[in-house]
Nanobody
Framework: QVQLVESGGGLVQPGGSLRLSCAAS????????IGWFRQAPGKEREGLSC????????YYTDSAKGRFTMTRDNAKNTVYLQMNGLKSEDTATYFC???????????????????WGQGTQVTVSS
């Protein structure tokens, strides 16, 4: 059974940092494209970053570029999203998602992702 479980969210002050984790079971992340997304109340879901299956190259949308870093730990079958310089507008529920696409050297957040986690809440507030 394919499962994605996010963790690491919480309350943080503006300018602070958080590291989100997304642990997978039932499939191998290195054979899949993994993406991070977020959704704030009343807003559409927004893609942030993704990591390719073949070489672990990461890609970022403008919302994440420069402040967020996505990495993958193959041994732990887990991906991470390091978020620095958090702002109040980063408050949202953060989701990871996966699509089984082996041997891909690039990725896009607007590709179809079949498997989704339940999300972890990030609140940026003083």
């Amino acid at each position: 059974q394919v499962q994605l479980v996010e963790s690491g969210g919480g309350l943080v002050q503006p300018g602070g940092s958080l590291r989100l984790s997304c642990a997978a079971s039932g499939f191998t992340m290195s054979d899949s494209v993994i993406g991070w997304f977020r959704q704030a109340p009343g807003k559409e879901r927004e893609g942030l970053s993704c990591i390719s299956s073949n070489d672990g190259s990461s890609y970022y949308t403008d919302s994440a570029k420069g402040r967020f870093t996505m990495t993958r730990d193959n041994a732990k079958n887990t991906v991470y999203l390091q978020m620095n310089g958090l702002k109040s507008e980063d408050t949202a529920t953060y989701f990871c998602a996966a699509q089984r696409l082996p041997w891909r050297s690039m990725c896009r957040v607007d590709w179809r992702y079949d498997y989704w986690g339940q999300g972890t809440q990030v609140t940026v507030s003083s």
